[in-house]
């Protein structure tokens, strides 16, 4: 090893960590990754701070121009190298009670050389897909080679959500359905979006998240644009209202829930166009089951919204992935055919677009079952008149 470099000490108690799941759950993790490494004819996957991380061993940590990465062998062998005074960090993970090298450096250490030590020159890696640039190229430098991306040997880990995972996730559902349950309270014409917003974003975590990942009020027609978060309109009578939320509860995973409201009966056309979007999220929750395609989802709700001549309204995928990001595999989208598998979690959101005018949609969380779903969202889909 290079001067001022060691095996460090990780702590495991007095930090005040966040709850991590047992250590039999990290060390299945670990040796599946290492199986997977070996399958894809790698030596060793190089996993950076982030969503990846912190699935395979609990660790938070985050991503500095130091060095912090997870090196996973196709043998089966981890070592996690990072800076000496990053190393206290390590104490809210489950790193303490596993069976990976420590291996801590400080200034003027070559870190990548570190990561790299003990697998073969010009070892084949492949490295997660939050890893910088600062990091990727001196690795590069090292190998002889540009590292390959490990998302699709990672993406296999985290698709598949175990029980502990699904746990999780409903308590996350749960939580964002008393939010959308006390909706009444702040949705309330002559507010604006901004005002409602801050009331959604306190009640999140009232109702047990650690935070606001994301809040859309979108009213009138700033509910046209699907990625509108709030403004400072003043919402009116007549508007109908998209109401996008979300965020984690521990140990860190996410909850998205959309509804859609209005205070009046909204006129014939709106009603004829939102009670078609509803029969199209109904049909692509019912769906869903182990062996059909992630694009046959997708094109369950496309299609019967195309039947209904709003094809042209819907301008987005049905949905996405769910777990420790708000977004990641499967992609429910035409074109993905890869097949559902029990446990899957991810998001099932069909909406309808007129710009300049209004949007709606309606978004649950799914999980894939032996025979169909599990919804993890249960507030009424109709839309709900304040």
Not at 114 to 126: C, E, I, K, M, S
Not at 240 to 255: A, H, K, L, R
């Amino acid at each position: 090893m290079a001067s001022g470099s060691g095996a460090a000490r990780v702590a495991t108690t007095g930090t005040g960590a966040a709850p991590l799941f047992g250590a039999e759950v990290y060390r299945d993790r670990l040796r599946r990754a290492a199986d997977l490494t070996r399958a894809a004819d790698l030596d060793a996957l190089v996993v950076a701070p982030g969503p990846d991380l912190r699935y395979l061993v609990g660790s938070r940590a985050e991503t500095f121009e130091r060095l912090t990465a997870l090196v996973i062998s196709a043998s089966g062998d981890a070592r996690l190298v990072i800076a000496r005074l990053e190393v206290p960090s390590l104490s809210a993970s489950a790193v303490g009670d596993l069976d990976i090298e420590v291996v801590d450096w400080v200034d003027g250490d070559d870190a990548h050389a570190l990561a790299l030590a003990g697998l073969p020159a010009q070892p084949r890696v492949a490295v997660s897909d939050s890893m910088p640039a600062l990091h990727v190229i001196p690795l590069a430098r090292h190998t002889g080679a540009t590292p390959q991306l490990a998302t699709d040997v990672l993406r296999e880990l985290r698709m598949i959500k175990d029980a502990a995972e699904i746990d999780a996730l409903r308590r996350a559902g749960a939580a964002i359905d008393r939010v959308h349950a006390r909706m009444a309270d702040w949705l309330v014409p002559g507010r604006t979006e901004r005002e409602v917003a801050a009331d959604i974003a306190a009640a999140i975590l009232e109702e047990g998240h650690t935070e606001a990942a994301f809040i859309i009020v979108g009213s009138g027609p700033n509910g046209a644009d699907p990625h509108h978060e709030f403004s400072d309109r003043v919402i009116e009578r007549s508007d109908i209202v998209v109401v996008d939320i979300g965020g984690p509860v521990e140990p860190g995973y996410n909850s998205d829930s959309t509804r859609t409201y209005c205070f009046d009966e909204p006129p014939a056309d709106i009603a004829d166009a939102y009670a078609a979007l509803f029969e199209a999220q109904r049909a692509a929750v019912a769906a869903v089951r182990p062996g059909v395609t992630a694009s046959s989802i997708d094109a369950a709700a496309r299609d019967l919204l195309a039947e209904r001549g709003l094809a042209e309204r819907f301008i987005h995928r049905t949905g996405h992935g769910i777990g420790l990001s708000v977004h990641e595999e499967p992609y429910i989208v035409g074109g993905n055919d890869i097949p559902l598998r029990v446990g899957m979690a991810f998001s099932v959101e069909p909406g309808v677009y007129f710009s300049g005018r209004w949007g709606a949609r309606i978004e649950d969380i799914v999980v894939v079952t032996e025979d169909g779903c599990e919804p993890l969202n249960n507030r009424p889909h109709e839309l709900i008149r304040l």
